[in-house]
């Protein structure tokens, strides 16, 4: 996919642009609250990447099957049916209560990556953490995190929620260097082990 290497406001217009001509809220609303989490409504896309995430009520406890099963597979159904998308990449996680539908659009710019995530726990969506990081960002911070982000883009390292994890080192622990990041993710748990060892794979190269 590379990197995104256009102005922030430009990729921001573009995926908003591409959000709105999928009709893509609408759908994901249909069936619970939604919401455009991460880097792009941050504004701190490395990558063209856009992240839905849909919460859905929670069943009945005697309901054999999880609600967030049937809503993916309904927002599914509208991808493809209204939306025109033609391959469809579904993931569930059981251990979060989740399903992930991800799929990609080409657009003469670049082509842009799209996960919609289906959850029924509101603590495994990133709205919270979305605000928590827009409520805090400076110029200094934006400019730190990008700087961080593209490091760690070119390297094909923003996975496991590496960029989760960034944000709150460079806003609450001052980290500004790989280095840095890595002294970091040794001393505090992370949600992911393999950040780290990514991390620690990086730093043989140095």
């Given amino acids: 996919m590379g990197r995104a290497t256009a102005s922030q406001d430009t990729l921001y217009r573009e995926a908003m642009g591409l959000v709105r001509r999928l009709g893509l809220m609408k759908v994901a609303r249909a069936v619970g609250e939604a919401a455009v989490v991460g880097s792009v409504p ?16 929670e069943g009945e406890p005697a309901a054999p099957d999880r609600p967030e099963v049937d809503a993916a597979l309904t927002i599914a159904r509208d991808l493809i049916e209204r939306c025109g998308i033609r391959k469809l990449e579904v993931l569930r996680f059981l251990f979060r209560s989740a399903v992930k539908l991800g799929f990609e659009v080409r657009l003469p710019q670049r082509t842009w990556h799209v996960d919609v995530w289906v959850t029924s726990d509101p603590e495994n969506t990133g709205v919270r953490p979305t605000r928590w990081v827009r409520r805090r960002l400076t110029p200094t911070l934006r400019r730190a995190i990008l700087k961080l982000k593209r490091y760690y883009a070119e390297r094909d390292m923003c996975r496991f929620g590496m960029s989760s ?24 748990q992370l949600s992911y082990n393999d950040i780290l060892r990514m991390l620690k794979d990086d730093a043989e190269t140095w």
Avoid: C, N, W
């Fill in 165 to 188: 994890e960034l944000y709150r080192a460079v806003i609450e622990h001052g980290v500004r260097t790989p280095k840095q990041f890595l002294d970091y993710a040794r001393t505090h």
């Fill in 42 to 57: 941050l504004k701190l896309i490395v990558k063209p990447d856009i992240d839905v995430h849909v919460l859905v009520p």
